[in-house]
């Protein structure tokens, strides 16, 4: 079996000029879309991975996502995931390809759209390791499948993929592998067994009160005090509740009441988003939550019990060590700047869905996106540097984009690579 050197000296090789690419990532940037409305992205996609010939194209599965799936003799079957969707923020990063588009959200409001973290990043990436992989085709033996997921941000995606018949369309993956670009270095690459990104579910909690005059509040149940008092008991969960240990993560990001300054509301609507690595711990939060909110009702005599309406959930993205010490393996051979043991993070993805439906083996990855002077320059003064979702997040396309593009093959390849 080749060893890791060899297999970075095949991808040194067949490495393809970037420019065209760079231009595509610019079209992206250009022109994002929100979740769930990602057409114009996916046909842009369908047609690049079409003009490559090698691919067999399937398309609006799960609302807009895409496969192709290119067979190149016997072997493993490996499957490499991109995201399409984009977010609603104005962007302000002052670059001469930033987005100025707005779209209608869910709820059928003007917003502006940004690719604000990074997924069309990951877009090009695919695409161009899809045409590295073909030049390389001799070198290599298996079945490459490039999916390209809508709905991240939201959670939704990966599941309406695979609920949509996506193993019934493609062939059952042996190995599923991602990457997600980062507030780290640009050149940068960071991976890790076991636990990588933490779970992460939101909520909205609709607690009710009667309404009335403010001058008369006995005559109410003021349900902004009754939401006052759940938000300061939801912050004992984790600092009381959880394990220190254990990642836990409880933040309330929204309180909604009333909509004049003299009117007590009949009603307060919270909005919950809470993290974990374990489902044992999610378990505990959840249950906390309603404990707290439920109590917090009967103390105030709310007229009616609460609301629970789940918005989002994604699973904790969890590595396989297999797999994950083999993707390391070929990193290591290959990028100078390689972590095998990344801190793992409290953001989360829906990646791992389209592994743990199937009980497959999975890997996922972090690769920096931060201009390198940048970078150096904020960990000698201190100087923020702006993140993923941040209206100022701007990856520096190189060398973001080659290492991202080599990553996605490195790891492909060590699963495929000939006797």
Avoid at 211 to 220: A, K
Avoid at 280 to 308: L, M, N, Q, W, Y
Avoid at 346 to 364: M, V, W
Wanted: a negative charge; aromatic letters at 6%.
């Amino acid at each position: 079996m080749a060893s890791a050197a060899n297999l970075s000296g095949l991808l040194t090789d067949a490495s393809l000029d970037l420019a065209s690419y760079e231009d595509l990532y610019k079209h992206f940037h250009l022109h994002p879309e929100l979740s769930r409305q990602e057409k114009s992205t996916s046909e842009k996609v369908a047609a690049h991975l079409s003009a490559l010939q090698k691919f067999d194209i399937q398309t609006n599965i799960g609302g807009y996502g895409l496969v192709g799936v290119f067979k190149n003799g016997e072997g493993s079957t490996v499957l490499l995931r991109a995201d399409m969707d984009a977010l609603p923020v104005k962007e302000l990063t002052g670059l001469p390809y930033a987005s100025t588009v707005t779209m209608r959200d869910a709820n059928g409001l003007e917003t502006p759209v940004m690719h604000a973290c990074g997924h069309d990043m990951h877009m090009t990436c695919l695409l161009a390791a899809a045409e590295t992989l073909v030049k390389m085709r001799d070198s290599w033996s298996g079945t490459v499948i490039v999916l390209f997921q809508p709905d991240e941000e939201r959670g939704g995606g990966a599941q309406a993929m695979v609920d949509d018949g996506l193993y019934s369309k493609i062939p059952l993956p042996d190995y599923i592998l991602g990457q997600h670009v980062m507030r780290l270095r640009a050149g940068s690459i960071g991976s890790r067994p076991g636990s990588i990104m933490a779970a992460a579910d939101s909520m909205k909690i609709t607690v009710f009160g009667r309404g009335g005059h403010g001058s008369q509040p006995h005559q109410t149940v003021d349900p902004v005090v009754l939401a006052a008092h759940i938000v300061l008991r939801l912050q004992t969960i984790a600092s009381r509740e959880i394990d220190p240990n254990d990642l836990a993560v409880v933040t309330v990001g929204s309180l909604q009441a009333g909509q004049t300054e003299n009117v007590i509301a009949d009603r307060a609507e919270i909005g919950v988003d809470f993290r974990s690595a374990k489902l044992e711990t999610r378990d505990k939060i959840v249950s906390a939550i309603r404990r707290i909110v439920e109590a917090e009702c009967v103390a105030s005599g709310s007229p009616k019990p609460p609301i629970f309406t789940p918005t989002r959930r994604f699973p904790p993205t969890i590595n396989d060590k297999t797999v994950a010490d083999r993707v390391a393996a070929s990193f290591a051979g290959h990028f100078e700047q390689f972590d095998a043991d990344t801190p793992r993070t409290n953001i989360s993805e829906d990646f791992s869905t389209l592994a743990t439906c199937r009980g497959l083996p999975s890997c996922f990855w972090f690769t920096g996106a931060i201009d390198p002077d940048v970078w150096d320059r904020a960990q000698s003064t201190g100087e923020e540097i702006p993140g993923n979702h941040s209206a100022l997040f701007s990856p520096a396309i190189q060398p973001t984009m080659r290492v991202g593009v080599d990553a996605l093959c490195l790891a492909a390849l060590t699963f495929l690579r000939k006797e």
